[in-house]
Every structure is written in C-alpha cells, then in structure tokens.
C-alpha cells in the first residue's frame, strides 16, 4: 500500500529527466541514440572555473557555507547586475541556492499561500506548475502561440489578473520556445502591473547570456514595478555548469531576508566548491558565455533551414536559449502499424522508438500541439538527427 503524501502525489513527473532516461535505457541496450531532450549546453565548465573549485579544495574550503552564500560571491552577483544590467541589489537582497530551480522554489514558498493564483505564460518550463502545486497556489496558464512569437499581450494579462492574484512568473529568453520580451514589449507588461500593486513577478532570467538579439532586457529595470521583481539567474546555462548546481535570487531584501530563513531550514549553504567557481565565472569578461552563443546561434540557423524542408513542421526563429518549439499538429490522426499519433506524447514517443531521437513532447509545456529540440548538441549530430526523423514521419500514413 502507497502512503506517500497527497502532495508528492499530485506532481507530474519532469517529461524532459523521463525523456533523457528513456534516452539512456535505449542507448544501454546498444541504440545509438540522439539526445535533443536535455536542457545543458553540450561545452565542458571552463578551464578557469574548474582551477578555482580545485584551489577551493586545497586551500579547504570545505566547511559549512554561510546560508546566503559566501560573501564574495554575493559582490560578485551585486556586480554582476550593476555591470550587466544596470540593477542596483545589494548583496542582503541575493541568496544563492542550489540551482535556479531550487531558488524559484524559495521563492514561491515565500510568496504563495493557499489558494493564491499565480500566472504562468505557456508554453511554460515544465517545473513552474509543478512548483506552484507543491506550495498549494493556483496556476492561471495564459495561452500562446506560433503566431504571437509564443509572447503575452499586455491585455491577455490584464484578463488573467483577479484578486486572487499573487505571481505573475516571466522566462525570458525563454525555455521551451526561445522567445525573448524586448525592452518595449516587457514595459507595456510593467504599465499593466504597475496598476495592481499587490502582485509579485518572478523574472527567470537563466538563459540571459544565451540571447542572439545583442542586450539582455530585465523586467526589473522599470523602477515602478522594481520593489515587486524577484530576479531568478544561476551559471548552469551561461558558463556550461548544469551540474556545479549554483542558482540566485535578487529580490527585495524581506523576500531574500525570508529565503534565507527558509534555506537555513532546509538546505543550509549550497556546496561550497561549487560557490567558488561560480565566483570565479561571474566575475570573469562573459567571452565564455559570448562564444557558446555565436556557436548556439548557427546551430539555431542549421536546425530551422533543415527542419523547413521537413513536411509537417512549423517554427518560428527563436531569439535565445537553444531550443526550437516545433509545431507538429500536422501528424496527429497519422498512423505507424496499428498504432495512431494522438498527441505530441505519441510523436516524441514515435521518434525515439524509430529514428532513436529523443525530444520533448509539447503537452509537458502546457502546449500539446508542439515538440521541444535542443539544440545543444553538434552540427553533425543534429543533421543527422533531423535526417533520422524525415525518414521516420515520411512512414506515417
């Protein structure tokens, strides 16, 4: 008999960990699979990064970290945001945690009562609805589309907004579409909260230095809305360290004030090596994450100019990150055998098992009519990807 709680139980496995496990099983019965389901760049830490966590060890940093992390990484995250961003946070407002995702949790733990509606743009990274269920809140999904470049409109916000309101959460540049909010289009969504001043907005900014549009343009610079912005960043994406585990928030100081609190009860510091090479990436010149992106960028132009001649596929041209969102509706009611592709599950189920590529069905984002690439992986890798899957959807009758 399962007595797990009724909380754990109400949490949607993460589609993209199921895909990359499906994708290792396959590859460990001898499949010689192509993995465009996980969210990290394919670059190894930089050398630089990796001698500051080797020095750490020598010279035993290896105590107990303090909660909000080591003094000299929160002025370098302060720095950071001045330089960066022109964003003034003094490092009482910063709190490093272990991984974005772990500070976005503080965070919602920190804002959302029972019962409180938080808005979720979708398509949406697969964790924020299942975060908002674990703290008890309400998800408010805002649908979008191809056609809006996968972007709220300031009206569609103000019709989601009701007194239940607690969070409006915004990824810009965005998982799973690309997309990135410009300067204009983020103040239009400012203006709109400005006139409700009990609501509060996350701003996931993780892919910030994966952006192929030139600056990087935080919600947090319109200073009418800035006491209510949570800015959530890490190193994961920009600096190739999905695995140091290293994320941050930047908030008004009684909300970092109570993410520590809550940190110190649960987790404590984050690992203390990993803290001193992720200051050592903050504060380097950014020419890592600048050459990862040039790379990232032509892969993008690689991926849309093959997947084009793709019968069956619609993309737009993302801005950031490096995924594309795929519009696939096109193959549901087509059929493999005995078997019908229903939905965008079935599609990326179908893939891997034929052409032993693995991807992320669009159901997971909260937009079933779409697939997630990555493209993080080589140039020859993601040809042959897409030649694979040419082959196997020209099968689909």
């Excluded at 009990?198 to 952006?211: G, K, T």
Aim: hydrophobic content about 40%; aromatic content about 8%; glycine content about 6%.
């Amino acid at each position: 008999m399962e007595n797990v709680s009724n909380r754990v139980k109400q949490l949607a496995v993460s589609e993209t960990l199921a895909m990359s496990q499906k994708s290792r099983e396959l590859k460990a019965q001898g499949h010689n699979v192509i993995n465009l389901s996980v969210g990290e760049p394919d670059f190894h830490t930089p050398d630089f990064v990796k001698e500051a966590a080797k020095k750490a060890i020598n010279d035993n940093i290896t105590f107990y970290s303090p909660v909000p992390g080591f003094p000299d990484l929160l002025k370098a995250i302060s720095e950071k945001l001045k330089r960066e961003n022109n964003l003034n946070y003094s490092t009482d407002q910063i709190v490093v945690s272990g991984g974005a995702k772990h500070s976005l949790t503080n965070v919602l733990m920190t804002l959302v009562n029972p019962g409180d509606e938080v808005i979720i743009p979708a398509p949406y990274w697969v964790s924020y609805v299942e975060l908002v269920k674990l703290v008890d809140g309400k998800g408010v999904v805002i649908p979008t589309s191809l056609e809006s470049d996968f972007k709220i409109s300031p009206k569609q916000l103000e019709n989601a907004i009701t007194p239940k309101t607690k969070v409006l959460m915004i990824c810009s540049p965005s998982n799973p579409t690309g997309s990135i909010y410009s300067k204009q289009e983020l103040k239009a969504i400012a203006d709109v909260l400005e006139k409700h001043p009990n609501i509060y907005i996350i701003s996931d900014e993780i892919y910030e230095h994966i952006n192929y549009m030139g600056t990087h343009e935080s919600i947090a610079q319109f200073e009418s809305i800035t006491d209510r912005v949570i800015i959530v960043n890490g190193v994961s994406k920009g600096y190739a360290m999905t695995g140091w585990r290293i994320g941050y928030c930047a908030a008004p100081k009684w909300i970092a004030k109570a993410c520590q609190k809550l940190q110190g009860q649960m987790t404590s510091g984050t690992c203390s090596i990993a803290q001193k090479a992720a200051t050592a990436a903050i504060i380097s010149d950014a020419s890592y994450p600048k050459m990862m992106c040039k790379a990232f960028m032509h892969r993008r132009d690689v991926v849309i100019e093959r997947l084009r001649k793709i019968t069956g596929f619609k993309a737009n041209v993302p801005q950031g990150a490096f995924y594309i969102f795929a519009e696939v509706s096109y193959f549901f009611g087509k059929k493999h055998g005995d078997k019908t592709i229903e939905n965008s599950a079935d599609l990326c189920m179908y893939l891997l098992n034929s052409a032993f590529v693995a991807t992320v069905p669009g159901s997971a984002f909260g937009a079933d009519n779409y697939i997630r690439f990555s493209y993080a992986a080589s140039e020859e890798e993601l040809l042959e990807a897409l030649n694979r899957i040419e082959k196997a959807v020209a099968n689909l009758k």
